[in-house]
Every structure is written in structure tokens, then in C-alpha cells.
């Protein structure tokens, strides 16, 4: 049987082996921490890199455009479609200039076509009306008729349209009073002019000839009824034959003397200049073109304010209504 200090020294033993094992325990433990963490780490370390070779790059956005670029941007693509005729739909960052090109694109077409109807499809009231009466002016003009003046809103416009066909008008005028419901004080007198002009060739009355207030006019309309009482008396005396028209006369012509007479009735007859270039003498064939000279006019104005050419007033022979025609043939 064993003693008490035998069973201490037991008791002893096997705290201290107790103890120890605790501590190999600990120690243990306490060495395979850090080898968890470091692979932790590593794993987390070859995650990440794994992830960046497959993540996509990031890509930058394209800068937007500053406010000049896109105005430059803007008129150069309106300029273009102005040109070409097509296009407007590229101006994207101005919508009132987008509008202008529409519009501006559908005034040319209307004018062009000289349909009033194509007007209504610019948005621009303004130049929507501009664009109408344009077209009115041009109409009225061309076929002298004063009720399409009466379609133009503009009052300046429509007053002006009225005087240039009634200006027009004088040479077939019954009176002078026709001429007295132009306002423009110029367009009147050179109806006045052109009324005194024609009655005064028709009756061979130099009287009519005083009243003209243009010189150049007034000079012509002398020479022509003395050249055509000259005429008269040469075809009482010389022309056995009473010819109903100068066409039927120059057909049995047989001097140039007769030939002259003819197609200088005839230029006055068919208001036709070409017939003056054959009159072989040289002063009556002057006298012929500048009797003629009030048909060119009114024939420029109407095919300058009809086409919108202004190059055609160049040939209009009277300044006044020469700067007439430049005004309204843009």
C-alpha cells in the first residue's frame, strides 16, 4: 500500500504531464494560425489577379463638343444643304436653323414652281407670306392681271404691283385717266408718257407728242408721226393698191424704198423688233427700233419679275422702270 508521500508525488506527476500536454496544445495551435492566414492572403492575392485579367478594360467617353464647335458644326452643315438642295435633317444641335433651311429650302421650291399652294409648308410667318406674295407679283405681272395684286398682303407690294401693270397699260389705255390710279408719281407719268406716245402715232397728232414730259420720248414720238404722215402721203401718191395689212404689202414689194415702209409697219404691227433689222435704211431702221422701245420695256420687266432675273432689267431701255425691275426681279 502505497504511503501519503508517494501519492503526492503522483498527484505531482500527472498535473505537471497535464500541463504540459496544454501547452504542447497551445503551441500547436499557435504555429498553424499564421500558415491559415498566409494562405488566406495568398489565395485572396491570386483571386484578385485572376479577376483583373478578366475584367474588361474601361473606356473613356467621346468629349462632348463645346458650344462654338457646334455652332460651326451646325453652319457649315446649313450651307451645304443650301447648295446641294438637300440635307437640312444634318443641322442637330440648332433646331431654329434646322427650320430656316426647311424653310428657306421651300421658298425656292415655291417660287420656282410659282405655286402659292407650297408656301404653306414654310412655318416661318413671315417669309411665308414674302413667299405668297412673291409669287403674286410674278403672276400678276407676267399675265397683267390686276386682281392676283389684289392677293398680296403687303400694301407697299400690292400698291406696286398695281402701278407697274397699269403703267404697262398705257400704251392700250382709253384715256389718260387710267393712268391717274397709279400712286407712284414715276410709274404714272411714264403711262401718261406711253398713253400720249400711242395716241399720238395712231391719229398722227404731233399735238400729243407736247404733252410727253420724257425728252428721249417726246423727240421720237415727233419724228415718228412726221415719218408716218411722210408714209401716208408717199402711199396716196405712189401705191395704186390699198393693202389691208403690211404683211399682205410686203409680198408684192419690188423696190427696197417699199420693202422699208413695210416692215416698219409690221415691227408696229406685230411688235416685233426683228422686222426693223430689215429696213435697209439706216435712219428709218433707228426710228423703227426706238419706236419699239415701250414693247421691250414691258416685255424685260415681265420675263425679269417672272424668271427672277435680274440681268434681263439691263435691257430695259427707261431708267425708272429699269430700277423698278431690279427692285422686284430678286
Not at 489565395?43 to 468629349?63: G, H, I, R, V
Not at 411665308?128 to 403674286?136: A, G, M, N, Q, T
Not at 387710267?178 to 401718261?192: F, G, M, T, V, Y
Not at 429699269?322 to 427692285?327: E, I
Amino acid at each position: 500500500m502505497r504511503s501519503p508521500k508517494g501519492k503526492i508525488i503522483s498527484w505531482i506527476v500527472f498535473m505537471i504531464l497535464i500541463i504540459g500536454a496544454f501547452g504542447l496544445l497551445l503551441f500547436l495551435q499557435k504555429d498553424k494560425a499564421p500558415t491559415e492566414v498566409k494562405e488566406e492572403v495568398v489565395t485572396s492575392t491570386e483571386t484578385t489577379k485572376e479577376e483583373a485579367k478578366t475584367k474588361p478594360k474601361k473606356t473613356f467617353a467621346t468629349p462632348d463638343l463645346s458650344a462654338e464647335e457646334k455652332k460651326e458644326q451646325d453652319n457649315k452643315a446649313y450651307q451645304d444643304a443650301l447648295l446641294s438642295g438637300e440635307g437640312c435633317e444634318e443641322i442637330e444641335h440648332n433646331e431654329e436653323l434646322q427650320q430656316l433651311c426647311f424653310d428657306t429650302m421651300n421658298y425656292g421650291t415655291a417660287l420656282q414652281k410659282k405655286d402659292e399652294k407650297l408656301c404653306e409648308e414654310i412655318k416661318d410667318k413671315v417669309l411665308k407670306e414674302k413667299c405668297c406674295d412673291s409669287i403674286y407679283l410674278g403672276l400678276a405681272t407676267e399675265n397683267s392681271d390686276e386682281s392676283l395684286c389684289e392677293k398680296i398682303k403687303n400694301p407697299g407690294i400690292k400698291q406696286s404691283c398695281l402701278d407697274q401693270i397699269r403703267s404697262l397699260f398705257g400704251r392700250t389705255a382709253k384715256s389718260a385717266d387710267s393712268c391717274e390710279q397709279i400712286q407712284d408719281s414715276a410709274l404714272k407719268q411714264n403711262c401718261l408718257d406711253n398713253f400720249y406716245f400711242a395716241a399720238s402715232n395712231e391719229s398722227t397728232d404731233e399735238e400729243s407728242c407736247d404733252v410727253i414730259k420724257d425728252g428721249d420720248l417726246k423727240e421720237r414720238c415727233t419724228k415718228t408721226v412726221a415719218k408716218n404722215i411722210e408714209i401716208a402721203e408717199i402711199t396716196k401718191t405712189q401705191i395704186t393698191r390699198t393693202y389691208q395689212t403690211a404683211e399682205e404689202k410686203i409680198t408684192t414689194c419690188e423696190t427696197n424704198e417699199c420693202k422699208n415702209e413695210a416692215n416698219f409697219n409690221l415691227a408696229l404691227e406685230k411688235k416685233d423688233l426683228s422686222y426693223c433689222n430689215l429696213i435697209t435704211d439706216v435712219d428709218m431702221q433707228a426710228n423703227c427700233i426706238k419706236t419699239q422701245s415701250a414693247t421691250i420695256n414691258s416685255y424685260y420687266l415681265k420675263q425679269a419679275t417672272s424668271l427672277k432675273d435680274p440681268s434681263l432689267c439691263t435691257k430695259i431701255l427707261d431708267e425708272v422702270l429699269r430700277q423698278t425691275c431690279l427692285t422686284y426681279a430678286q
